[in-house]
T-cell receptor
């Protein structure tokens, strides 16, 4: 089975950098996804990592360490619109299993 | 392309009533999923389907039923609504299974259900 852990809430200031961590335990590893979900909306895909290391995509980067069962999402130059929940998810056969999500609040 | 369309957007049910949440996608995706999301929580998988005629249970299937008679449609049925089923329900689809990293879930806008 899977066990996925993320912090429940985080706060940060506009223009700052924030790192959202995710630890997981899974019987078979096939990569790790990050999704963003604004309040009252559906989740949208942010990133996918299957190899160790950092994947950069504009202001957002995602890191994976398979040996440690650990990933993080790095958000740079934070904007107010980045206030959202960030969901870590791992595949299990044909299913995608989500963590409880981290709610990020960005303050001016 | 409309993507994934869910109806209704909002519904209030009385305890013991039944209803069907509709989900349809026009992307010719083989895989479809139903998740529920309780306030402040992550997504829990209810049921999923890897193709027409095939369905399987997820993490929290009790109290729900599904069918997949066509590639496009994947309705979720609640037979005897209970307050514990108050939640936001999301339907999602993908072209292949989630073991393929290039594959991403496309979500519908969600259906907010309240059982009183």
């Amino acid at each position: 089975g899977q066990n996925i852990d993320q912090p429940t809430e985080m706060t940060a200031t506009e223009g700052a950098i924030v790192q959202i961590n995710c630890t997981y335990q899974t019987s078979g590893f096939n990569g790790l996804f990050w999704y963003q979900q604004h309040a009252g909306e559906a989740p949208t895909f942010l990133s996918y990592n299957v190899l160790d290391g950092l994947e950069e995509k504009g202001r957002f980067s995602s890191f994976l360490s398979r040996s440690k069962g650990y990933s993080y999402l790095l958000l740079k130059e934070l904007q107010m619109k980045d206030s959202a929940s960030y969901l870590c998810a791992v595949p299990n056969t044909d299913k995608l299993i989500f963590g409880t999500g981290t709610r990020l609040q960005v303050f001016p | 392309n409309a993507g994934v369309t869910q109806t209704p957007k909002f519904r209030i049910l009385k305890i013991g009533q039944s209803m069907t949440l509709q989900c349809t996608q026009d992307m010719n995706h083989n895989y479809m999923y139903w998740y529920r999301q309780d306030p402040g929580m992550g997504l829990k998988l209810i049921y999923y389907s890897v193709g027409a005629g095939i369905t399987d249970k997820g993490e929290v299937p009790n109290g729900y039923n599904v069918s997949r008679s066509t590639t496009e449609d994947f309705p979720l049925r609640l037979e005897l609504a209970a307050p514990s089923q108050t939640s936001v329900y999301f339907c999602a689809s993908s072209y292949t299974g989630t073991d393929s990293g290039a594959n991403v879930l496309t979500f519908g806008a969600g259906s907010r259900l309240t059982v009183l």
